[in-house]
């Protein structure tokens, strides 16, 4: 399979908002704001309402919500920040991806999570006035919300719900965590990687006639930075489940094509 870095573009950037989009001369940490008038209000507020943090918030209570966000805009592998930097913001994902990564001393990434358009990040050094526990960079061109921590921490003291929202997206993510290590410790190589693919199915995953397009298309060197393994290998068992009818490379993104059988790795 050819290596790529080409990641697909988001699937849908905010409609008529027209900005410069930053990039990488703008440095890894530039992104553009993008307008804060009446129409990007409104813009704000329709990308709000799908947010699961804000489930079943009327109107008026999104409109409170939508004035303390400021939007801004990344281009794809881009660094909103890294780890050990001072948190001073709440991000939403409002279109995009991006990875959540750690780099270890000798210089090797584990990206520990692929967060998607309307999760969350930013909320750990908020809540315990620490730096940054990790690096966040886009996968794809990516609109963020962003909300200044004073903000975020008022709006959570006179809105309870979203504390109790945070608190099941946190619990979902330590989960995951739990199951990473497991399977890091435990599985064998074949068993992860189809797990791992079988995650990005039920995230990224789109109809296609074969079976199921994985839309976000992440490099194996990646792959393997999420499994705790090399490239070579990830290159080599994506090979073999292709020779075994599991997934189908012969377009840009990899279509599982026998997820039942994915799944038998993993149990
Ligand atoms: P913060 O520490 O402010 O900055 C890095 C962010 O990455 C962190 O907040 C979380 O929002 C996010 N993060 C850290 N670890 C994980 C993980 N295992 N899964 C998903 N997101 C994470």
Do not use: C
Not at 32 to 61: C, I, K, S, W, Y
Not at 75 to 99: C, M, N, W
Not at 165 to 173: A, F, G, K, M, T
Not at 184 to 201: E, G, H, P, V, Y
């Amino acid at each position: 399979m050819t290596e790529t870095y080409d990641f697909r573009p988001a699937a849908s950037v905010t409609p008529g908002l027209s900005v410069r989009v930053a990039t990488a001369d703008d440095g890894e940490y530039m992104a553009m704001p993008t307008g804060q008038d009446e129409a990007h209000l409104t813009m704000r507020l329709d990308a709000l309402r799908n947010v699961p943090l804000f489930r079943d918030f009327d109107h008026d209570e999104l409109v409170e919500i939508a004035a303390l966000v400021t939007t801004r805009r990344y281009t794809k592998h881009q660094t909103i920040f890294r780890e050990g930097d001072p948190g001073q913001s709440f991000y939403l994902i409002l279109t995009g991806s991006v990875a959540v990564a750690r780099i270890a001393s000798d210089g090797r990434e584990t990206i520990l999570s692929i967060l998607k358009e309307r999760d969350f990040f930013g909320e750990m050094s908020i809540f315990d006035t620490s730096v940054r526990a990790a690096n966040v960079r886009t996968l794809v061109e990516t609109e963020v919300g962003v909300v200044e921590r004073d903000g975020f921490l008022a709006l959570i003291d006179r809105n309870p719900r979203i504390g109790r929202q945070l608190v099941i997206s946190l619990s979902e993510r330590l989960r995951a965590a739990n199951k990473l290590i497991a399977s890091t410790t435990s599985q064998d190589i074949r068993a992860r990687l189809a797990s791992l693919l079988l995650n990005l199915m039920q995230n990224f995953g789109e109809s296609a006639p074969n079976g199921t397009r994985i839309s976000l298309r992440l490099t194996n060197q990646e792959m393997a930075n999420m499994i705790g393994t090399t490239r070579e290998t990830v290159n080599r068992t994506l090979n073999r489940f292709w020779d075994e009818h599991l997934i189908d490379m012969r377009t840009t993104n990899v279509v599982i094509t026998d997820a039942d059988r994915l799944r038998a790795f993993t149990t």
